[in-house]
Each structure stands twice: as C-alpha cells, then as structure tokens.
C-alpha cells in the first residue's frame, strides 16, 4: 500500500500543485523529466521549480534520478495529491480517513462528503507493468508506456463500466474520477470468500450473483473478473466490485469473457459447497445469461 497523502494535503501550496502537474505533463514523453524542461511544463521560474522540488520531493511527492541528466517523476503520493486536489475543488469530497481495502493493483480509502463514500486510487502499471492499449495520446514516444497512463485508464474503464450499468447491477454507485481515482458509493457487507452461508442460502446467492451477471450483459457489460473476492454479501443482496478488466459486450472476446465470469462463480461454489452445487451444463447457463433468460442455476444442474 502506498502512505496515505492525506496528512500533508494541507502543508502543500498551489505552486507545489504546479509543479507536480508539470511533472505530470512532461511524463507524457519520458518516464524521467528533466529539470530544465520544467519551468516550461509548470510555468514556475527555475527558482521556484528548485524550491517546489526539495519540497516535493520531502514529502515523498517526486523522486529524483540522474542519469544523463538530473530527473524527476512523479510518485504514485505526488499523483494521489493531484487527483486530490481535483477531488477537493470540485468538492466532492472534504477528508479522508482510514484504508478499507489493499490490494495489488489498488488501494481504497474511507473519504468523508455529504453521505459516506469510498476512494479507489488504482495501481495498475505501477507495481505490476502490463501490456495496454497502444491507441493512446498519452504518450509521445510509442515505446514509453507510463504507469500514470496505466492506472489512469484502468480508473476510467472502472467508471465507464460503473456508470453503465449503475443502478440495473447491484455495484456501488459512482461519484466522480480523476487521473487514476474514482469516488463511489461505500459498500458495507461481507466479502464472498469470508462469508460463511448456511446450507439453504448456497444456491439462493449463487442465484443473486450470476443474475447480477447477467443483468449487466443485458446493460452492455461484460464483468470479466469475477471472483469471491470482488463480491460482497449485504442485507440486500450481492454487490460486485472491480470493474476495470469490464469490456462492452460488442468486444471480441466478450463472449468468452463471459463464460469464464460463469465458470469463476460456479468454480467457488463447487469447491466451497461440494453438497449444494455439483455438475452444471456451463455452455447452457452461460447461454441463458447471454440472452437474459437466466432464472436459477439449479436447471442447469447435471
């Protein structure tokens, strides 16, 4: 997990934001920024960029390296400090709290606003690079891939999917996004994989679940990340998580996606609850899904 920026928000003035954002701007073309580039990609004064630098960098903003030259980039704090400062002059949030959840390629944190929310800062291409799409402004040189770009479109693909299929599919409600983050709706309940379910409510939330599936193909998406681990139990039903792997239903491999979404669930439950849920025709109930049809999984038991 990354340190939460939160604490020093308040110590940092707009010049700081300045610089940051050109930090940002010149890793469009090189994953480290020159010095003397950044007066230009700030607008500061070199004086000012000397200064704002040792001030970014001591609070673990900016990080530095020499090479053939002496430069910076952004640190995944210094761009969860830019996409705070949007979030704040929209107002759409006005504190954050404590982490809700960590995991490889995100974090989530507790944000305080008119109604309890959640703030997702994705990680994606930071820790773990990953091939993306290769149809992209972001960056100049189409052999630099920034993980900036990375977590950004992963940020966007979630919100994407979310504001498609919200409220039809049981998903937290989206907020708002910027650069790599996206404000939701926060969700209490019991992760799937932690939840331990009585022998009658086995086939009755496996019936919650793939119906959630099913209505967001119907809505134009496919999940294709399906998991126990992205699924949380609540008083109303299910809720599914993490949407940025989610493709339209148009894509070409939407379709085969989807089957896996089906086989995922089942898969859990199979090994979870041998005695409730044996063999099923997966080609017969992913089909169901796929034309919306889907009532219960127990007519397609074997």
């Given at each position: 997990?990354?340190?939460n920026v939160?604490?020093v928000?308040?110590e940092?003035?707009a010049?700081?934001?300045?610089?940051?954002?050109?930090?940002e701007?010149?890793?469009?073309f090189?994953?480290w920024?020159?010095t003397d580039?950044?007066?230009?990609f700030?607008?500061?004064?070199s004086e000012d960029?000397?200064?704002?630098?040792?001030r970014?960098?001591q609070?673990?903003?900016?990080?530095?390296?020499?090479?053939?030259?002496v430069?910076?980039r952004?640190t995944?704090r210094?761009y969860?400090?830019l996409?705070?400062?949007?979030?704040?002059e929209?107002e759409t949030i006005d504190g954050?709290g404590?982490p809700l959840?960590v995991g490889?390629?995100?974090?989530?944190?507790?944000?305080?606003?008119?109604?309890?929310?959640a703030l997702?800062?994705h990680?994606?291409?930071?820790?773990?690079?990953?091939?993306?799409d290769r149809?992209?402004?972001?960056t100049?040189?189409?052999d630099?891939?920034?993980w900036?770009?990375?977590a950004?479109k992963a940020a966007?693909?979630?919100y994407d999917?979310?504001?498609?299929v919200?409220?039809?599919?049981?998903t937290?409600?989206?907020?708002d996004?910027?650069r790599?983050g996206v404000?939701?709706?926060?969700v209490d309940g019991?992760?799937?994989?932690?939840?331990?379910?009585?022998?009658?409510?086995?086939?009755p939330?496996l019936?919650?679940?793939?119906r959630?599936v099913a209505?967001a193909y119907?809505e134009?998406y496919?999940h294709a990340?399906?998991s126990?681990?992205?699924?949380?139990?609540?008083?109303?039903g299910?809720?599914?998580?993490?949407w940025?792997?989610a493709?339209?239903?148009d894509?070409a491999n939407a379709?085969d996606?989807?089957?896996?979404?089906?086989?995922?669930?089942?898969g859990?439950?199979q090994?979870?609850?041998?005695g409730?849920?044996?063999?099923v025709?997966?080609s017969?109930?992913?089909?169901?899904v796929?034309?919306d049809?889907?009532e219960t999984v127990?007519?397609?038991?074997?």
């Amino acid at each position: 997990m990354v340190e939460n920026v939160a604490p020093v928000m308040a110590e940092l003035e707009a010049e700081d934001f300045h610089l940051l954002s050109g930090v940002e701007q010149g890793m469009r073309f090189s994953e480290w920024v020159a010095t003397d580039k950044l007066p230009d990609f700030s607008r500061l004064t070199s004086e000012d960029v000397d200064y704002r630098v040792d001030r970014c960098e001591q609070r673990g903003l900016l990080e530095r390296k020499t090479i053939q030259y002496v430069g910076f980039r952004l640190t995944p704090r210094g761009y969860d400090a830019l996409a705070l400062h949007t979030f704040s002059e929209r107002e759409t949030i006005d504190g954050v709290g404590a982490p809700l959840g960590v995991g490889k390629e995100s974090d989530v944190y507790e944000v305080r606003s008119y109604r309890p929310l959640a703030l997702k800062f994705h990680r994606e291409g930071y820790t773990n690079f990953r091939e993306v799409d290769r149809e992209r402004e972001y960056t100049a040189d189409r052999d630099h891939v920034s993980w900036l770009y990375t977590a950004r479109k992963a940020a966007e693909r979630e919100y994407d999917a979310l504001e498609t299929v919200y409220p039809a599919v049981s998903t937290p409600r989206p907020i708002d996004h910027n650069r790599h983050g996206v404000v939701m709706e926060r969700v209490d309940g019991v992760e799937l994989a932690r939840a331990a379910l009585e022998d009658d409510q086995v086939i009755p939330v496996l019936d919650l679940l793939i119906r959630e599936v099913a209505t967001a193909y119907r809505e134009g998406y496919v999940h294709a990340d399906v998991s126990e681990y992205n699924v949380f139990l609540t008083e109303e039903g299910v809720v599914l998580f993490d949407w940025p792997q989610a493709v339209p239903t148009d894509h070409a491999n939407a379709g085969d996606l989807l089957r896996r979404d089906v086989e995922n669930a089942l898969g859990y439950f199979q090994r979870k609850h041998p005695g409730r849920v044996g063999g099923v025709d997966v080609s017969g109930l992913t089909e169901a899904v796929r034309t919306d049809e889907f009532e219960t999984v127990t007519e397609f038991f074997e």
